[in-house]
């Protein structure tokens, strides 16, 4: 027989543990149960979000139900927390997020799924996403935890890993959770630093994307000439070079575009700058140089999701 769980730090009275310092060397951490198995649990809901279906999970209503293995989970939270790993304040995210989901219906609709709610309210590095298979056998019981390690800003999975206990019999979960710990730590701890410090060094991933609503009055969309500083060039060559002179070192990757869009993937920020400070000065930038029209915000996807909309002045 085998149960498939998935589990969360949340709610397990971890406030305990290191928080974030200014003298960040590790990555803020984050634990959440899967979107998949909160699904497959009965917790979640379709919702139409921007014209998309995205499934909206109540993760509140899983945790009251799923206390089982909160010592699997308790180990994995203090073994990152002994690693000197900073753990985000999931109390006051869950809290946040339900405040901000409150003031979205009341403004007419939901604009984010719960879960990215919680994620955007958190703001962590890192956030594992953990699943737990029990198994038993003639008596004996073994324990796999899998984990994704994905990257907030951008969605990679950065350290996927897999770890399965020995079976044993006249064990507790806990006894079993703490041997996949301590196997999988060192592992696991080198994966994700190693996108730390690639982070830290290289900057971080974040992507931007750009919009022309039907009220900026430009027929030719992102084709439309404009003059900044005096030099003509077209819309989107204007916003290419935006992006360019604000991303670190230059480095930007540009994907998909038409007249009405263009997106830059991943857009290399300095680690320390957060992306609202970016959104901030390329927005003042824009206005400085093409006072006719404005920048304003859309509602963005995730933490590392800069959205933009050009309208008319």
Known sequence: ???????????????????????????RMMVIPSVGFMHDKGV???????GRK???CDLSRLLATDKEFSAVVTNVAVAFADRGFPM???????????????????????????????????????KLELKAELSSVMGQ???????????????KNVAPATFTSQPMAGVTTADLAKEVVVAMMPQLES????HFRDMAANGRGV???????????????LNTDVEPAGELMALADYLSDLVRKRALNGKVEQGA??????????????????????????????????????????????PGDLFFLIDKK
């Open 207 to 221: 992507q931007v994307r750009f919009a022309v609503l039907e009220t900026a009055l430009l027929e030719d969309g």
């Open 44 to 50: 979640c809901q379709d919702v139409e979000i921007e």
């Open 88 to 126: 985000v304040d999931l109390e006051s995210s869950i809290k946040n997020a339900t405040e901000q989901r409150i003031a979205d219906i009341k403004k007419g609709g939901i604009l984010t799924p719960m879960q990215d709610q919680i994620i955007n309210a958190a703001r962590p590095d890192i």
């Open 54 to 56: 995205e499934l909206d």
């Open 191 to 194: 994966r994700i630093m190693n």
């Open 257 to 302: 575009a038409d007249e009405s869009q263009i997106v830059f993937p991943e857009v290399r920020i300095p680690f320390a700058e957060s992306p609202a400070r970016f959104r901030t000065e390329m927005r003042a930038q824009f206005a400085k140089d093409l006072p006719n029209l404005q920048l304003k915000t859309g509602n963005a996807r995730g």
């Open 1 to 27: 027989m085998k149960r498939t769980l998935h589990l969360s730090l949340l709610g397990l009275g971890l406030a305990a543990l290191p928080t974030v310092t200014e003298a960040q060397d590790k990555p």
């Open 141 to 155: 019981q073994k324990l796999t935890l899998i984990i994704n390690s994905v990257d907030v800003f951008t969605g």
